[in-house]
């Protein structure tokens, strides 16, 4: 037999299959929840100052309680002590976790499934994700700012009913929950849902785009992730975190006004958005929507600077040891 000289035909091995995006949710709730409690441990004091500024209304004679940030302080301190500077921050650190957790991770849950197949995230849609997100918080976020405010503005509220010759009884958290819950069942706890609403869910449409395209623009890490530097994520989440604070700072302040159940002697009590608008316009004019609004800057920056750093350093991925999807 004579040889054609012809190798055997061979079978061309199979095209491996499209790897599929993972999203692993767990461990992103867990950064997001470390990073919330790591975060509102630092700034509380600051977040306290704010509320009371924000919730503090001018006198028909212009007189007022705190002539400014730094005031509010030094008589919050002087007056109630360090303690005094942490109250009400039981309520945020119990629920800061759930809140940060959903917040974070819902973002990346929208980003990831709004992701275009070509790997691509328009800012539209960026914005999007980023207002869902706020969406999804709101279900937390609402209960603990009552709560939270309730106690922050206490000593504000005791010490002007002081000045009136009156006193007001001590509360706690559990009491003011507890209490509402009676009165008006679960929704009693949601007093103000529309105007909280209203300001998480435009705070993320600025912070989540803003935060992702300044983080973009920092070095990224040696070890070829393509992820930013972990003091890049920090500064993007201290930057973005301050800008988003500052535009929506006229809905935290109508937020606040809603929800704080006892006002003090004299003080105006409003009934819906709408009604908060109008009568704070009218009787302190325009630059009452932006009370508290240097503190609240002061207050984000770090509170998001801080949650992103620790969210992007994955350590639920490293104690729970799933490899991160960069």
């Excluded at 009156?166 to 679960?186: C, F, M, W, Y």
């Excluded at 007093?191 to 395209?213: C, E, N, Q």
């Excluded at 609240?296 to 490899?323: D, S, T």
Aim: glycine share 10%.
């Amino acid at each position: 037999m004579t040889s054609t000289g012809n190798q055997p035909a061979t079978t061309a091995p199979p095209a491996p299959a499209p790897v599929q995006k993972q999203f692993a949710l767990v461990p992103k709730i867990i950064n997001g929840g470390i990073a919330g409690i790591i975060g509102v441990s630092c700034v509380f004091p600051l977040d306290l100052v704010k509320t009371r500024l924000q919730n503090q209304q001018v006198g028909p004679n212009g007189e007022r309680m705190y002539k400014s940030m730094f005031d509010c302080f030094k008589k919050t301190y002087k007056a109630e002590g360090y303690f005094g500077m942490y109250r009400g921050s039981a309520v945020n650190i119990l629920l800061i976790t759930p809140e940060k957790a959903i917040k974070l991770a819902a973002n990346d849950f929208f980003r990831h499934h709004l992701t275009t197949k070509t790997g691509e995230l328009p800012v539209t849609r960026q914005m999007a994700a980023g207002g869902l997100a706020g969406l999804c918080q709101i279900i937390i976020t609402t209960p603990m700012e009552l709560l939270k405010i309730q106690m922050q503005d206490a000593g504000r509220v005791a010490a002007q009913a002081k000045l009136a010759g009156k006193t007001v009884p001590k509360t706690s958290a559990t009491k003011i929950a507890l209490d509402l819950l009676k009165e008006k069942g679960v929704m009693g706890l949601y007093k103000g849902i529309g105007a909280t609403m209203l300001r998480d869910v435009s705070f993320s449409v600025v912070y989540f785009p803003l935060f992702a395209t300044l983080n973009n623009l920092g070095p990224r890490k040696a070890d070829g992730s393509g992820e930013a530097v972990f003091w890049c994520s920090f500064l993007s989440g201290c930057a973005a975190g301050s800008m988003a604070a500052l535009v929506v700072n006229p809905f935290d302040v109508i937020k606040t006004r809603l929800q704080a159940l006892k006002k003090a002697e004299g003080e105006v009590a409003f009934n819906g958005i709408s009604d908060a608008i109008i009568k704070t316009f009218r009787n302190e004019g325009i630059t009452a929507f932006f009370k508290g609004g240097l503190c609240r800057m002061i207050v984000i920056a770090p509170l998001f600077g801080i949650a992103q750093m620790v969210y992007f350093l994955g350590v639920a991925e490293a104690l729970l040891g799933v490899n991160r999807a960069h």
